[in-house]
Structure formats: C-alpha cells, structure tokens
C-alpha cells in the first residue's frame, strides 16, 4: 500500500497517454494491492488503441492558499446526471477525447476557506473489493475499485493564519491583533449537466458570481430605487405608436395611369 499523506487534493483529471501526467500532478499508474495496470478504458476490442490514467494534484500551501480542494468523488453510469455541485471529468486533459468508458467520474470542489475536510488521497484497488483501512470506495470503474481517504484542513491552508499578538514594550498594555479577514464573497453555482442525458450543458462548469456591489449589506442601501412605471392600456399604446405607413405604401404602389 502507498503512503498516503494529509495534503488536500486539488485537481483530478484523466489522461490518454500516462507520459501526459501534467506537472505536479500524481499518475496512478499501479494498483495498490497488486500493482497491476490502471488502465481504467482496458477492454478486448482496443486492448492496445485505448488507454486512460487518473491523475490528481496535491494542495502547496505556498502556492495554493486560494484554490479549491476536493471533497467528494461519486462513481457513475455513462450519461447520468451529476448530483447537484458536482463536476464531470468527460474529456481526456492531453488529447480532449472521452475520459471514461461505461462510466463517468464527478467531483466536488470547494474553496480551500469553506471546508474542515477534503480528500487527501486516491487509490486504486485490482484485486480488493473492499477500501482498506481509512478509506472509501468510490465506486468500480473497468473493475477497478477507486478509493479515497478523508483528512482534516490545516488551518494554515483555510484563510489567514493565527496572528500573534503585536509587542508594544508595554507589559500593562493589552495585546493588539490584526483586524478580521473581510467577510467571504458568494462562492461560484456550479451548473449541472443537461437533463436530457445527452451531455455537459454548454455553460458547465462556467462560475457565475455575485456582482461584489451586491455582497456587501451596507452598499444595498445606497443604491437608487428604480423608478415607478406607469402601466399603459393597449389604446394608450395604440395611440402612441401608431403609424398608418401611408408615405411607404406610396412609394412602392404601381403607378396609377
């Protein structure tokens, strides 16, 4: 079994080509239990044309303070609907063909601020049907049987860190601290799949925020009220618009003899 570490995950993707890995990123390659390929397309027609590796990133808290972390990993049937947040990983990242054969991975992101816990580690099982200690199954993808650990968030890696009380060469003066992190923006709605089964919406994954003049309480009260609007019946409308065209129709009637 691998060594597993505390760090929270923040990206997953599939690649086509395992020499693809992208930087940074792990490629599981082997099983755990018996090493075996992890080729998660493998199957008798194109056992040699189509291969697909799961890889995953590791959260770096000297870069990463404001990514998002990985707190759910759902296993499901090709062309279902992803639950509600989750994101599907459809295409392959290196060549953009289709990530999974039969089925389809979906994770769930939150800001790195918004959590307590995130996935720290994926595995994959050949042989084993059942997640070893500190894990949980996913789901069974080519009869492979992918597992995750949960762990706690550092709490250097959830927002500002604890800030130390400022000396001010007075033993009788109380400790001053930095003033509070301002108050969070609205996260990003994660748009789900089309209904129809049929594939990603064309907006998915598109992040849609509030607009930060909205955010803040005390900003709503200056903004100006619209204006009453006056309804119109359809004979006020009709009077105040009308137009009989009898310049255009003359133009363009034959010419009278």
Avoid at 73 to 78: E, G
Avoid at 161 to 188: D, L, R
Wanted: with cysteine.
């Amino acid at each position: 079994m691998q060594q597993s570490t505390t760090d929270p995950i923040t990206g997953v993707c599939v690649v086509a080509d395992g020499n693809k890995c992208p930087p940074n990123y792990e490629l599981l390659w082997r099983s755990s239990d018996k090493r075996d390929d992890c080729d998660l397309w493998k199957d008798g027609v194109f056992k040699f044309k189509v291969t697909r590796y799961l890889c995953f990133s590791r959260f770096d808290q000297h870069k990463d303070a404001q990514k998002e972390v990985l707190v759910d990993l759902v296993i499901q049937n090709d062309k279902e609907i992803p639950p509600a947040g989750y994101r599907l990983i459809d295409k392959t990242l290196d060549t953009c063909e289709k990530a999974t054969n039969k089925k389809q991975i979906c994770v769930k992101m939150l800001p790195i601020s918004a959590t307590t816990d995130a996935i720290s580690d994926l595995i994959l099982l050949s042989k084993s049907k059942k997640a070893p200690p500190g894990y949980t199954v996913a789901g069974d993808v080519n009869g492979l049987l992918l597992c995750f650990q949960m762990s706690k968030v550092a709490a250097t890696g959830r927002g500002m860190p604890h800030s130390s009380p400022i000396k001010t060469g007075n033993e009788n003066e109380e400790p001053k601290s930095m003033p509070p992190p301002p108050p969070a923006v609205a996260q990003a709605l994660i748009l789900p799949a089309k209904e129809n089964g049929t594939g990603p919406n064309p907006i998915f994954d598109i992040p849609f925020h509030l607009n930060p003049k909205f955010a803040d309480e005390a900003s709503l009260k200056n903004l100006q009220t619209v204006s009453k609007v006056s309804y119109k019946s359809l004979a006020d409308i009709e009077k105040e618009y009308n137009y009989v065209f009898n310049l255009e129709s003359s133009t363009i009637s034959p010419a009278r003899l």
